[in-house]
């Protein structure tokens, strides 16, 4: 036999299918609802707060790896960033973390952690969630369960069904929350089930493991969005998180991201840290350094991060307003389905609803690409393209 010829090729991944149909279909009129974020023009967007840092960094020498200043400044930043500049975790600098390759990277470094710490330990993941997680946990070699979320029929969260799976699962489970902008649902828990969800875990003595890859884009406002993990500080929780600056800052070949977690004293933040640095060496050395240097500069710069956030608003809001038009617009062509979940959800994804044969034939017929999940990327809905949209959604729903 031949060398490779028991190597058969892997599926695909749902979004590279995606993309790769919109790249091929020649029409004019066509639409990707895949995935990233576009302006009201459907361009992608380069926020001026990273051209503002390109510029304070120009001529920095970041041809070696950068120093553990820099990357100690992240963390940092990025710990602020979600747990709050004031929180007793940071003032007392019970923290520990490591530049990630963005939030995918994150998400790998936790789960090996979780592998050589907690060998016999499972994840529960929200059914659905971003399908990448699945992959992610399997190749790590981590038990992979999952908790109730999403509930079809009212378009909503399962909350009995969340509560019932915290509180049957094995005492010390590790669960995966998105704590804003769910991928792909849109659904996030209120704040009140947010507070029920975190005592539950905490009866159970779960691990909250939070994956933050689109703080801001749900209510436009960083604190907000990141209420959830607020809450379990609150709880006197323990917990880990896998950031990404991909969405919300536009940064998304940059591969820049964090992965920390809150310690209960300075010994064992210092324990953490070295064994993340170990697991990330023996991965891939370090990360690069241009994007890091970026995401320092802003965070770090009060100007530039006031810049930043003021441009995430704009996003949001954009998203938002596309929302209420593409509604509308359904409404408008006396659609016999209801369509309020496309305003109730929130951040970038919509979760349809539609099934496998409509999103065909939007593909088909409309030359409308999005997962066959019946995820819509409102990301790439724009004012041109949304009375379009709407038509053909229509079409192939009544
Ligand atoms: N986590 C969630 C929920 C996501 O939706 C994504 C991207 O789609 C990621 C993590 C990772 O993104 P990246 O590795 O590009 O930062």
Redesign the pocket.
């Known amino acids: 036999a031949r060398r490779f010829d028991h190597i058969s090729p892997a599926a695909k991944d749902p979004i590279t299918s995606v993309t790769e149909a919109f790249l091929t279909d020649p029409n004019p009129d066509k639409i990707n609802l895949g995935?990233a974020y576009r302006d009201g023009e459907g361009k992608p967007v380069v926020l001026q707060c990273v051209r503002d840092a390109e510029a304070k960094i120009a001529g920095s020498e970041f041809l070696e790896s950068v120093s553990a200043a820099i990357n100690s400044k992240l963390v940092e930043e990025s710990c602020k960033l979600i747990y709050g500049g004031d929180s007793e975790s940071i003032k007392e600098e019970r923290f520990a973390g490591i530049q990630a390759l963005?939030?995918?990277?994150a998400?790998r470094l936790f789960a090996e952690f979780q592998r050589r710490f907690y060998p016999d330990s499972h994840i529960y993941f929200p059914n659905p969630t971003?399908s990448?997680h699945h992959n992610i946990w399997r190749d790590a070699q981590v038990s992979v369960r999952n908790f109730c979320y999403y509930h079809p029929k009212s378009k909503g969260l399962n909350f009995e069904g969340l509560i019932s799976d915290i509180k049957n699962a094995p005492e010390g489970s590790f669960f995966l929350f998105?704590p804003c902008a769910h991928?792909p649902t849109g659904i996030d828990p209120t704040e009140e089930e947010w507070r029920e969800i975190s005592y539950h875990l905490k009866v159970k003595n779960h691990f909250p493991f939070f994956?933050v890859?689109y703080q801001g884009f749900a209510s436009g406002d960083i604190d907000k969005d990141v209420m959830a993990i607020r809450i379990f500080l609150q709880d006197g929780h323990l917990v880990a998180s896998?950031q990404?600056f991909?969405k919300n800052m536009g940064l998304?070949g940059h591969?820049v991201?964090c992965l920390s977690f809150l310690c209960d004293d300075v010994k064992q933040a210092f324990a953490i840290k070295s064994q993340l640095q170990k697991i990330a060496r023996a991965m891939y050395g370090s990360p690069p350094v241009h994007g890091v240097l970026l995401v320092s500069t802003i965070l770090g710069d009060q100007t530039i991060k006031a810049l930043w956030t003021k441009e995430l608003k704009i996003m949001a809001d954009r998203i938002h307003g596309m929302r209420t038009i593409l509604r509308e617009s359904l409404e408008k062509l006396a659609s016999p389905l209801n369509w309020e979940h496309i305003t109730s959800q929130v951040g970038m994804f919509c979760y349809s609803g539609l099934k496998a044969e409509q999103i065909d034939r939007l593909a088909r017929d409309f030359h409308v690409y999005m997962t066959s999940d019946g995820r819509i990327s409102m990301a790439g809905v724009t004012t041109s393209n949304v009375d379009y949209l709407a038509t053909a959604i229509h079409e192939v729903t009544k």
């Not at 963005?102 to 990277?105: C, E, M």
């Open positions: 995935g963005s939030g995918t990277g998400c971003w990448n998105h991928n994956d890859a896998a990404s991909a998304y591969r991201g």
